[in-house]
């Protein structure tokens, strides 16, 4: 009786539970035959360049996740050959648990504001970002995101808007930003009412007005690769960038980008969001988070190939908050899987690793106020000190 009650409790769970269990199941890679070797501090100097990487909703669980699939239980993502880690702690100003927005804000602008904020304080007067700040001391900027490239963390840097919802207005903030580079997706949010699928109220056609600007509007990876301009506006898809055949990668947009904005002799500022680990964890979905993981250490590695070489760029990897409440669970006896398990459809509050290399890398090392990354950052790379407030 027992042992029926039983069997049909398990064969219910599995027929219930099918799709959640086949996507939290990791299966371990066996060793790789070379490990990533870990990369040394260097010596400190001036910064010229800074690569800011934020994987949104990525705690230590996604990226051991991710780990533990692609190279193994003794392998290193190439994210973790970076010399010096630090823990960020990211409660925003009005809640234990931060959104995309005030997360971002932290880092851009140096403050905590109320979730749901855009380089705004709570009381909605503007904070000036790290990249208004290398723009006005005539270094190029770029912002790259596989979300709509108008969501909450890119728009952060050169948007100033009181409600993430407001991503019409920040596609039109975008053409006073002096972005040189703008890759993503959310073409939506960039073409006129009339056209089909615009999520635009009016007829504004925000591409002519880049073009008018003198950006080159791209759509496709193959044009991305092949235009020479200085300036690019990149959207490749209409909303958020696909999961599947996802093309340009993140890792391609940060190299066309790195090879574009490094063409400035004063130095650039590039901030390149994994924007989709956030929406794996919303999803309880430990696949979709691992495939992230994947393209997000792509890119690190782009970012550190380009930083090795260079020698005076500051590469910073670390996350506005975990989602999820991702965890790894127990199997004592075996190396092949591990099975994982979520405590939330949302954001958690706990502290997010930071992962550093380049010039004053070590600046980073310890646990950290979100605040405290983006105050740092700018300090150390000379622009200027933040926060400032805009007191209009
Ligand atoms: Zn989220």
């Not at 994210?79 to 823990?87: D, K, R, S, Y």
């Not at 270094?139 to 969501?151: E, P």
């Not at 901030?271 to 691992?290: C, K, L, P, R, T």
């Not at 790379?381 to 407030?389: E, K, R, S």
Request: net charge negative; with cysteine.
């Amino acid at each position: 009786m027992k042992k029926s009650l039983f069997t049909t409790l398990v064969i219910s769970t599995i027929i219930i539970n099918c799709t959640a269990q086949e996507s939290n199941i990791i299966e371990i890679a066996p060793a790789p035959s070379v490990i990533n070797e870990k990369l040394p501090l260097v010596e400190d100097g001036p910064i010229k360049n800074v690569i800011f990487i934020i994987g949104d909703g990525t705690g230590l669980v996604q990226l051991t996740s991710g780990q533990y699939q692609l190279v193994g239980a003794e392998g290193l993502l190439h994210l973790q050959t970076m010399p010096v880690t630090g823990i960020v702690k990211t409660y925003a100003a009005n809640g234990l648990i931060t959104d995309s927005a005030a997360g971002a804000t932290a880092y851009s602008c140096g403050i905590k504001t109320d979730n749901g904020k855009i380089a705004q304080l709570p009381d909605e007067r503007h904070c000036k970002t790290i990249l208004e700040l290398a723009e006005e001391k005539g270094l190029s900027t770029g912002i790259i995101a596989t979300s709509t490239i108008t969501h909450a963390t890119p728009a952060s840097y050169a948007s100033h808007v009181k409600s993430r919802a407001m991503q019409p207005e920040i596609a039109v903030d975008y053409l006073d930003s002096g972005l040189e580079i703008i890759l993503g997706g959310g073409k939506e949010f960039f073409i006129p009412s009339s056209e089909e699928g615009s999520r635009r109220e009016d007829d504004l056609n925000v591409i002519d007005d880049f073009k008018n600007l003198g950006y080159d509007y791209v759509e496709s990876a193959e044009e991305l690769e092949s235009t020479d301009s200085d300036k690019i506006l990149g959207l490749f898809s209409l909303a958020g960038m696909p999961v599947l055949d996802r093309t340009p990668t993140l890792a391609e947009m940060s190299e066309k980008a790195i090879s574009k904005l490094s063409q400035n002799d004063a130095g650039f500022f590039l901030m390149i969001e994994a924007s989709q680990i956030d929406w794996g964890g919303h999803d309880n979905n430990s696949e979709y988070v691992v495939h992230e993981v994947k393209g997000l250490d792509a890119a690190v590695k782009v970012a550190l190939d380009f930083a090795v070489q260079d020698g005076e760029t500051l590469v910073i990897l670390t996350a506005d908050h975990e989602t999820g409440g991702m965890a790894i669970n127990a199997h004592y006896d075996r190396r092949d899987e591990v099975e994982i398990a979520w405590t939330t459809t949302g954001h958690t509050g706990v502290p997010v690793p930071l992962m550093a290399y380049g010039p004053h890398a070590i600046e980073f090392t310890g646990w950290l106020e979100n605040i405290e990354v983006g105050q740092k950052v700018a300090q150390l790379f000379g622009v200027g000190t933040l926060p400032q407030i805009n007191e209009e």
